[in-house]
């Protein structure tokens, strides 16, 4: 009896320690998807990557939407390392791994956004709301698009979309404010340039479209100072409007104070 209790405690020992190197090794890969998911952002990017391709490379068989995800996070990772073509590949393999996992299709949309692929972008922020109607992120990224594509009422649209999910956001009512800028609907655009000014104050971008369409509403004293304000907060905004969104004040409607800003 005395020798059975001797061998069932040597057992349970035996067990015990075969465990603690699964258990630490489990351990470790539950800190790997920590630091690879990096959801606050506290990791700098290229742990967050190292982890992720431990992960892919070294970790347990994993199920294709499982791999999706941590593809698409490291996606995340090197778009905000501004890698972007890495990125596109990652993202492109969650897509590939699960076609239904959206967050790829929102992170690649950012990716084709910041490298002035407007029409895939919107392809992508599309897929995103087709199966997540309520989802601001994906509205605010299709109004962005649509207005860098010059479709105005599909940008109108989308940017009211998304301000009806998530209010008095400040960047969707700009982008909305330069769409109605570009439709020429004065009003409008000031609305909405003072909504964004409202919610965040002294932006750039903000000032300067309300100080246009307040030249081109023949405001001219109130016009100048907008732009003044701007160009004092950021020195190239007219060459931005000029170049990136196709907006100057109306020549014909500049006073002789403000032809400087042109």
């Not at 492109?92 to 949309?109: F, H, I, K, M, S």
């Not at 992120?137 to 979309?161: F, T």
């Not at 009003?187 to 030249?215: C, H, M, P």
């Amino acid at each position: 009896m005395r020798v059975a209790r001797l061998f069932a405690v040597v057992v349970s020992a035996w067990a015990v320690m075969a465990l603690v190197p699964q258990a630490s090794a489990d351990a470790q890969m539950a800190d790997r998807q920590q630091y690879c998911a990096n959801k606050a952002d506290i990791y700098i990017h290229d742990f967050s990557i190292e982890a992720c391709t431990f992960l892919i490379i070294s970790g347990p068989r994993q199920a294709p939407k499982e791999l999706a995800v941590i593809y698409g996070y490291r996606c995340t990772q090197y778009l905000k390392d501004k890698q972007f073509d890495r990125a596109l590949q990652d993202c492109d393999e969650a897509v590939w791994l699960d076609d239904n996992y959206l967050p790829a299709y929102q992170t690649r949309g950012l990716v084709y956004e910041l490298t002035r692929q407007s029409k895939r972008a919107a392809a992508d922020f599309t897929q995103v709301i087709s199966q997540q109607p309520a989802n601001a992120g994906g509205w605010q990224g299709l109004c962005r698009n649509e207005l860098a594509l010059d479709q105005i009422k599909l940008a109108i649209s989308a940017c009211s979309e998304a301000l009806r999910l998530q209010p008095a956001d400040a960047g969707t009512l700009v982008t909305r404010a330069l769409a109605h800028l570009k439709a020429d609907a004065l009003d409008e655009a000031i609305a909405d340039f003072d909504g964004a000014l409202r919610a965040k104050s002294a932006q750039a971008t903000a000032l300067y479209g309300r100080g246009v369409a307040r030249l081109n509403r023949r405001d001219s004293a109130a016009g100048v100072d907008d732009i003044a304000a701007a160009k004092a907060i950021q020195s190239d905004i007219a060459d931005q409007f000029a170049n990136r969104y196709h907006i100057k004040p109306n020549d014909g409607l500049v006073t002789s104070a403000s032809t400087e800003f042109e």
